[in-house]
């Protein structure tokens, strides 16, 4: 079955980097949008960034120049740079992945088949 598994979250200082990674298994990686998504205690699931399977990242303004989604087909591996950390990026982070090969509205969850159990991102001023 499709596994998803998410690491490299941690506690940083503001300003600080972190690079995570989304192990995939048990189905075609390199052909299906995958994505990024976060989500704060009493918020609502954010999407961060989205990949299509000719590699067309998409962002979401508020993180637009300081991360960077990117994925290794061999290693099946999403990974998620994200420099210049502020405390708003505070939060579980998640990824996913559709059943369509373009993501289109690649922000909306309801798009996404299978997630991850997610990595916790904290960043203190």
């Known amino acids: 079955q499709v596994q998803l598994v998410e690491s490299g979250g941690g506690s940083v200082q503001a300003g600080g980097s972190l690079r995570l990674s989304c192990a995939a298994s048990?189905?075609?990686?390199?052909?299906?949008?995958m994505a990024w998504f976060r989500q704060a205690p009493g918020e609502q699931r954010e999407g961060v960034a989205g990949?299509?399977?000719?590699?067309?990242?998409m962002y979401a303004d508020s993180v637009k120049g300081r991360f960077t989604i990117s994925k290794d087909n061999a290693q099946k591996t999403l990974y998620l740079q994200m420099n210049s950390l502020k405390p708003e990026d505070t939060a579980m982070y998640y990824c996913?992945?559709?059943?369509?090969?373009?993501?289109?509205?690649?922000?909306?969850?309801?798009?996404?088949?299978?997630w991850g159990q997610g990595t916790q991102v904290t960043v203190s001023s």
């Open positions: 990949i299509d399977t000719d590699d067309t990242p």
């Open positions: 996913a992945t559709s059943t369509l090969r373009y993501c289109g509205t690649w922000w909306r969850p309801i798009k996404y088949n299978y």
């Open positions: 048990g189905y075609t990686y390199s052909s299906y949008c």
